[in-house]
């Protein structure tokens, strides 16, 4: 899915540090850093 400038992020949820969910509806109007990562230890 491409998204282009101005576009609303999809919708989406995960788990926080704690277990509990989060979407990202649910932090609408806040400032949110996305920090994705792999630790299957390959490379950059």
């Not at 899915?1 to 576009?7: C, K, N, V």
């Not at 979407?23 to 996305?34: N, Q, S």
């Not at 299957?40 to 950059?44: A, D, T």
């Given at each position: 899915?491409?998204?282009?400038?101005?576009?609303s992020?999809?919708?989406?949820?995960?788990?926080?540090?704690?277990?509990?969910?989060?979407?990202?509806?649910?932090?609408?109007?806040?400032?949110?850093?996305?920090w994705?990562?792999?630790s299957?230890?390959?490379?950059?």
């Open positions: 899915m491409a998204l282009r400038e101005g576009d992020a999809p919708n989406f949820s995960t788990l926080d540090h704690t277990g509990r969910p989060v979407t990202l509806e649910g932090l609408r109007g806040k400032v949110v850093w996305l994705f990562y792999s299957s230890g390959g490379g950059n």
